[in-house]
């Protein structure tokens, strides 16, 4: 029944196809095999544990590491190989081609990787190592988030015309952070301490990680077959994305919360921070040109809001999750200012959901141009202009008024000045889209 | 079988397709012809639901492509002019991934293999890797790939750049064959003439407008417009002069030996005409109607619109 449900996969089968041969399916196993004697040889004192710490580091090679260049590849490869049409007019939906992507690209890596878990189970057992289940399991489920987060980024990304990302290498980036921060939460995690405080529960460290790797796998496998359902025409209501910043909100104020805050004090201002990173993310690589705007105009005036939503970018949705969280965290203002002792910029939220909304607008103004080329190289000079530059020479020149213009997230003057300064930054660069929308309309 | 109103599609800058409003009959084999920018490939895009259009609605067998385009792709094969292959797979792995890519059942895929192979005499490649093959032969795997599912409709963008002139011949033979099996094609290309082998009816575009749409067949002006082509035993220098007194003709090339003339009238008066000649003394050889190619047609059709629009 696996088997049939497999084989009828036709991008499943595919990827077998260009991923086996008798060759392979002889020299994976003899190579690990060799390899793992050598080492069981090696220290025939410590046989049994050193197989177990080789298997996992043999797992993150052959899984994480080479199976996520295999990941990265899948749609990068199709787009490179004008096969992507082809894929994108066939009849299969969107969630038969993205596990046979997922599983498919990688079924290799997986092979290697299943007989690295072997040898994990095996000799965990043997050593009576306690935690082998809870290793293995983690292992896997970071291998998923690994690949189906990379196919999500690169299904993403592929709209924007970049040769950065044409040749996979926005995926080499994120497969070099995603590795690092691995590192950093096993270090700090179990390496460093037995257990883990989330909202208030003590829970041990493995099996926090264990959750939390099941939890992100799961949210990155959802999220490779939305962004393969509107890569496929098959449009979907933007709320999955809002419902990734609101589980991350909960998941990281969870770990930030503590005894003296009100859980709704912190989840305020963690959501804003989570809401404003996700919406810079999709504001800088989702293509906002004025003709998907323009789309938005035309279904807004046929009343057909399905539509509009359907069409509506990422980035506005949590946009508007920013001002809920800037909302909740400045009614909660008043029990955190006799708590904490937090740097002065994180007491302006909406502050912060203006700057938000001000930048997204610079970036339209830029996008709007049908001869800017790199709208979002330009607004993201722009960017350092104005928060970086400007108020860094008013200052030098002894200009604190002005330089508090540039940049108002400062609480010497009070939030209602910060909040009127950057309404008008605001003002100004709505006023500037609006100008730029009257002057180049398509024709 | 397709049904187009109102299409509006833009390009940064640039209207791609302007108001574009179209019928294509069932069962026919439509050129679609127009010069490069007009905005051929970017219909067939949006017909084959790979790209949103910015406004317009499109109908392929009564479903609508932008609502259900996964529906729309069991029914159609697309041909783009930037095709890929799997490179590292066999001919016949490309066919077998395309059909039950496309859905057909599985146990129907072996005999579509063979038949499609057949029809494109791919029969002794099918286990050669498709990168090993040449141009001509992957274009072939290609529209195999496109038509091994039987579809309804089938888009093709320049489905013959690249072909020799056999392949070529060959590629109109299947074209005609599938047309005869009820099959409605779409197809683009700069090669005027090869269109004229297996084409039913014209759609022309300009600046992404529609220039022509109407049956091959079908006279191409709704007031007895029709081409003659009158030669002469022996030269007569009166030719043209006698002509232009002629009411109702519009001379195109004339010389002493030979005119091709447009004719505004019903065959009564064309039989009226070739009686006038005679009397007038002009030894007349040959008197026929000079069927319209596709490409007279076409630069026919741009020279009414330069006329126009001037």
Known sequence: ?443 | MIEISNLTFDYPGQRALDNVSLTVAEGSVTALVGPNGAGKTTLMRCIAGLETPLSGSIEVAGMNVIEQPREVHRIMGYLSDFFGLYQELTVAQCLEYAAASQGLPAGRIAEAIQQTAAQLDLTGRLQQASGSLSRGLRQRVAVGQAIIHQPKVLLLDEPASGLDPEARAHLATLFRELQARGMTLLVSSHILAELDEYSTHLLALRNGRVLESRALSAPATLDGHRSLHISLAAPDARLADWLKQQAKIISKNVSADFADIDFQGDLAAQAALLSNLIKSGFAVASFAEHKENLQQSYLRSVAQHLEKTA
């Open chain 1, 1 to 443: 029944m696996i088997h049939a449900a497999f084989t009828s996969n036709p991008e499943f089968k595919r990827n077998l196809w260009l991923s086996f041969s008798t060759h392979r399916l002889i020299a994976m196993p003899a190579l690990l095999g060799l390899f793992l004697l050598a080492i069981a040889l090696h220290n025939p004192e410590k046989t049994v544990s050193n197989l177990y710490q080789s298997a996992i580091t043999f797992f993150i090679f052959i899984v994480w590491l080479w199976g996520a260049r295999n990941a990265n590849a899948t749609i990068v490869d199709e787009l490179r190989d004008k096969t992507w049409d082809q894929q994108r007019m066939s009849a299969l939906g969107p969630w038969a081609m993205t596990w046979g992507k997922l599983f498919g690209a990688t079924a290799f890596n997986w092979y290697g990787g299943v007989i690295c878990l072997l040898v994990m189970m095996f000799s965990g057992i043997a050593d009576e190592q306690p935690y082998w289940l809870t290793d293995l399991l983690s292992l896997t489920f970071a291998g998923i988030l690994l690949h189906a987060a990379l196919i999500a980024l690169n299904l993403h990304t592929s709209q924007l015309e970049m040769r950065l990302i044409q040749r996979g290498g926005i995926g080499w980036i994120a497969i070099i952070f995603a590795l690092i921060a691995l590192r950093s939460v096993v270090t700090g995690l179990i390496t460093n301490s037995d257990s883990v405080t989330w909202w208030n529960a003590e829970i041990e460290s493995r099996q926090f990680l264990l959750g939390s790797l099941l939890l992100f796998a799961a949210c990155a496998v959802f999220a490779a077959w939305r962004v393969m359902s509107n890569a496929l025409q098959v449009r979907t209501l933007p709320w999955a994305w809002p419902s990734f910043a609101l589980i991350l909100a909960v998941y990281f104020t969870g770990l930030f919360h503590s005894d003296g805050d009100t859980p709704l004090y912190m989840l305020g201002h963690v959501g804003l921070y989570i809401a404003l990173l996700m919406s810079y993310i999709t504001l800088f690589t989702e293509p906002n040109t004025q003709l998907n705007w323009n789309r938005l105009r035309l279904r807004q005036q046929t009343g057909d809001w399905r539509g509009w939503l359907e069409h509506l970018p990422l980035w506005p949705t949590t946009l508007l999750l920013a001002f809920c969280f800037a909302l909740l965290a400045t009614l909660s203002q008043s029990f955190w200012m006799a708590h904490s002792k937090l740097p002065d910029i994180f007491s302006l939220p909406f502050s912060l959901a203006l700057m938000l909304l001000r930048d997204a607008a610079i970036l339209l103004f830029f996008s709007f141009s049908a001869k800017t080329r790199q709208p979002a190289a330009l607004a993201i000079l722009s960017l350092v202009v104005i928060n970086l530059v400007l108020p860094l020479y008013c200052r030098i020149g002894g200009l604190d008024l002005l330089s508090y213009f540039f940049m108002p997230l400062d609480d010497k003057y009070g939030a209602v000045a910060s909040l009127m300064v950057m309404l008008t930054h605001v003002a100004i660069a709505l006023g500037l889209v609006a100008w730029r929308l009257g002057k180049s309309r398509q024709p």
